[in-house]
């Protein structure tokens, strides 16, 4: 269909799941065991409703934010995901041209079809990209991985740390497909692993094949203060689960922090983002103010992201809506989901009673214990 008659992400997602080859749905869409973390991180937006206020100006209305110091058009910004070229030949790329044009910002993964230098080399030089890091298990390789982030731009590292080894993703195991050289980023194929790279993906499915080099020995006493010595840069720990790790976080002074279960692609039954978000916000509200906290995972309407601010959240990301939207129309397609969630953020905001996001408060969202469906 015309990319007008695209009403929605939903839609999106539609015409998507038409178009794209069986190995890339099967990679994109595929969770983990029987997606159970999947479909309930969307459905927990299901238990929160608003709490709308009245009789208050919203004629002007600025939906506009920062994450880490740096400006946002809206709350939301691009979750790394990899692979972007098993859906368009421009992958990554037509994200970044978006985003700029939309004024949002993109986390590049680090298994993005395209290299980090193309990405940013694509970018305008005013455009804000953040890094997500799948720290190497060599320190020495990590390192220089990062300060080649830091010399090419980019302004956050968000290091990833609920993929130490793959989910169980059966659909994308199942998909009896190899990945070509021209659908993996470049860092494969330099390293010389491009064969065992292949053999891996046979055996564990693209995303145990993606994380076989990973470190599984990561902690908070050594990790972040490694980090911290190596780059200047904001870090930001993405793949936070529960309150008492976010509490911990705080302590280990990180500049944020994103909940997420990686989009329910690695542990099966790890709780939805926006139900620790609701947690966190219960049981240790001094956290938002020694950090920026994130979630990602299931959001797919302007009102998830106005749940999750008012919550406390300073940003929401997205991951599959993306790959579906650049996999289906290009550029252009990603330009109009962003549009779309802009319109329906500013909509929300107005019918809650906002007219910025520092009016949006967690007593504007009630969890509700009966159940919608
Ligand atoms: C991901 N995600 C991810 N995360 C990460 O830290 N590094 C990565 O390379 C990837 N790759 C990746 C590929 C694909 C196909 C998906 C769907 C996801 C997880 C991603 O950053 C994010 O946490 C989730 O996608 C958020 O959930 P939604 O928005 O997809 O529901």
Redesign the pocket.
């Known amino acids: 269909p015309p990319l007008n008659r695209i009403l929605s992400l939903p839609d999106m997602e539609n015409v998507a799941g038409q178009i794209l080859s069986h190995k890339a749905l099967a990679?994109?869409?595929?969770?983990s065991d029987d997606e159970m973390t999947?479909s309930e991180?969307?459905r927990a937006f299901t238990r929160f409703f608003f709490r709308a206020r009245v009789m208050r100006p919203v004629a002007q209305c600025d939906p506009s934010t920062t994450i880490l110091g740096f400006k946002s058009s809206i709350p939301i910004f691009v979750?790394?995901?990899?692979?972007a070229k098993l859906g368009h030949p421009d992958g990554e790329l037509n994200i970044t041209r978006a985003a700029r044009k939309e004024g949002i910002i993109q986390?590049v993964?680090?298994?993005?079809s395209f290299s980090a230098a193309d990405i940013i080399g694509s970018a305008d030089h005013s455009q804000t990209l953040f890094f997500?890091l799948?720290k190497h298990r060599d320190d020495d390789i990590a390192e220089k991985r990062v300060r080649e982030m830091e010399n090419l731009g980019y302004k956050a590292i968000?290091l990833?740390v609920?993929?130490i080894v793959a989910g169980n993703r059966e659909r994308d195991i199942r998909s009896p497909w190899v990945l070509e050289e021209q659908e993996t980023g470049p860092q494969y194929f330099e390293a010389g692993t491009s064969d065992e790279l292949k053999d891996d993906v046979n055996i564990f499915g693209t995303?145990g094949a993606?994380v076989a080099n990973d470190d599984r020995d990561m902690t908070w006493e050594k990790t972040i203060p490694w980090l911290r010595r190596i780059t200047r840069l904001p870090i930001v720990i993405?793949?936070i689960q529960c309150v008492e790790d976010a509490v911990l976080a705080a302590e280990a002074k990180v500049d944020g922090i994103?909940l997420?279960?990686?989009?329910?692609?690695q542990l099966e039954y790890s709780l939805p983002p926006l139900e620790v978000l609701h947690s966190l916000r219960q049981q240790r509200p001094e956290v938002f103010s020694k950090l920026e906290v994130y979630i990602?995972?299931?959001?797919?309407r302007g009102t998830d992201v106005v749940k999750a601010v008012c919550l406390g959240a300073k940003a929401v990301?997205?991951?599959?809506?993306f790959?579906y939207a650049q996999s289906a129309y290009g550029e252009p397609g990603v330009s109009k989901i962003i549009q779309i969630l802009r319109r329906e953020i500013v909509t929300a905001m107005r019918l809650v009673g906002a007219s910025t996001i520092q009016d949006l408060r967690p007593e504007m969202v009630q969890r509700v214990d009966w159940h919608p469906h």
């Open positions: 990679y994109y869409a595929s969770a999947n991180n969307a979750s790394g995901a990899a692979l986390m993964s680090s298994n993005a997500q799948y968000f990833t609920d993929a995303a993606l993405k793949g994103l997420s279960n990686h989009g329910g692609r990602d995972g299931g959001v797919r990301g997205l991951g599959r809506p790959l």
